[in-house]
């Protein structure tokens, strides 16, 4: 098992009512100890404006422990795939779609991407769920599922192969949309456009090159 998912411990229960759950630290009153306060339970997904979609799920962080003691930010990378207005994706053409672009159902019942050779346990390149909370996408939810789209997100900070992960993470939102007859967003859930795309890159690199400079000099050398 892969230190990353060795970290998982207790995860989080919405990639996504906010996906990214925080552990409150434990209040120890005067005079009288207490117990611990309990773990912070996962925020709603954010508010709607305009055109955006109402109750969008965030990205999780996949197999990372709270209590972590690991100081590097985190850092993650979002695109949606969403449905014609009043043409919402099925469970099963979903479900049909992700699995035809090399995803697989995996860790907190959302769609995983390994590349071919890799490990099946290992961590992701990237991963999928539902843009509406609490995320899920197993088996028992695309049943009877209707969602408006789903989310595409790459943590850069746990991936060693953060470049390769994010082409492919383009190349299947796009294969994703094509396939279902939708179209890509960014973050913003604005149209992804090549000069959006361009500087989400720029923006990784910059990254890369502030927190994981290790990697950017690894690939130089090859």
């Known amino acids: 098992m892969p230190l990353v998912a060795k970290r998982a411990g207790a995860k989080v229960a919405s990639v996504f009512s906010d996906l990214k ?18 773990d912070a339970q996962p925020s709603p997904g954010r508010p709607a404006a305009g055109e955006h979609f109402d109750d969008v799920s965030e990205p999780r962080v996949v197999g990372r422990n709270p209590l972590s003691p690991d100081t590097r930010p985190e850092k993650i ?24 672009a090399g995803l697989g ?8 991407y390994h590349e071919e050779g890799d490990p ?4 992701p390149l990237f991963s999928a769920a539902n843009m509406v909370a609490p995320g899920t996408l197993g088996d028992d939810d695309l049943a ?32 994703l949309a094509r396939d279902l007859g939708g179209r890509v967003l ?8 090549n000069q959006t795309l361009a500087h989400m890159r720029e923006e990784m690199n910059h990254w890369l090159l502030r927190h994981r400079p290790e990697l950017l000099r690894r690939k130089a050398a090859k």
């Open 21 to 38: 759950q925080r552990v409150a630290p434990g209040e120890t009153p005067a005079p009288k100890p207490r117990a611990p306060a309990a």
């Open 77 to 100: 990378l979002v695109l949606h795939v969403v449905a014609p207005r009043n043409r919402p994706f099925t469970g099963v053409a979903l479900g049909a779609a992700l699995r035809r």
């Open 105 to 112: 159902l995996g860790a907190m019942s959302i769609y995983h």
């Open 120 to 123: 099946p346990d290992g961590d």
């Open 144 to 175: 009877d599922m209707m969602t408006p789209g789903i989310t595409l997100f790459l943590q850069l900070h746990a991936c060693d192969r953060p470049q390769r992960a994010f082409e492919l993470l383009l190349e299947t939102a796009h294969v």
């Open 186 to 193: 960014d973050a913003q859930q604005s149209t992804a456009t």
